[in-house]
């Protein structure tokens, strides 16, 4: 909302659009200047999408916060947003920064890793454990997008094709894709196109065909 407030929006056939104020942890609405990171976990961990979580990172100041939370389906109330934890992330991947990429692969990955592309680095972190996260791969320029991308068939299934990062170099004014593969414990690289695209890569959609 324009004044730092979060709401979370669902919709039903039968409801129509609803909305439900995020909680901070507390008696109060989540209150941010800034929602920088937004994602959640794999559906494979849960295929019946039962207390299946989420994560928002918000800035607030000079402070990062990452708030967990649960959405809960019940079977004779609506849906409901349940706070489940918080924490600084501010010192995290060497300081934490506006343009940072938070994101986590389609299906579950060792001990329920997630992802902080910043820079030209891409950390690792479990948000089981929550420590700190740690450097898994580097590139030769700065990541500018992440897209993991599933098998075409996958709605909640345990196959994920890869995961594609895009890299810019501002002084040749080129972009570089990368094919990733995240579910290994070291983070390997498929392919590569260096130098490849006329620009800045702002948005990646991949292209399934049958």
């Not at 109060?28 to 999408?49: Q, Y």
């Not at 590569?192 to 890569?201: D, H, L, M, N, Q």
Request: hydrophobic share 35%; aromatic share 16%; glycine share 8%.
């Amino acid at each position: 909302m324009t004044n730092g407030d979060v709401y979370y929006y669902t919709y039903s056939e039968s409801r129509g659009y609803m909305r439900q104020a995020v909680t901070d942890g507390g008696s109060g609405t989540l209150n941010v200047d800034e929602i920088v990171g937004l994602f959640r976990e794999p559906t494979a961990i849960n295929a019946s999408e039962q207390n299946l979580r989420f994560f928002v990172v918000g800035r607030k100041g000079m402070t990062y916060t990452m708030y967990t939370y649960a959405y809960v389906q019940y079977t004779a109330t609506p849906h409901v947003i349940e706070f489940r934890s918080a924490k600084d992330v501010t010192a995290w991947a060497g300081g934490m920064t506006q343009d940072a990429i938070w994101f986590t692969s389609v299906v579950p990955v060792g001990w329920n890793y997630a992802y902080i592309a910043k820079g030209k680095d891409l950390w690792r972190y479990s948000y089981e454990g929550m420590e700190t996260p740690t450097v898994v791969k580097s590139f030769a320029d700065d990541i500018v997008a992440v897209v993991p991308v599933p098998k075409a068939s996958l709605i909640s299934g345990d196959e994920e094709l890869y995961t594609a990062v895009f890299t810019y170099n501002a002084g040749t004014k080129t972009g570089s894709m990368y094919i990733v593969n995240i579910r290994t414990e070291e983070v390997t690289e498929y392919s590569s196109c260096v130098g490849a695209v006329p620009g800045k890569v702002l948005k990646y959609i991949p292209y399934f065909s049958n």
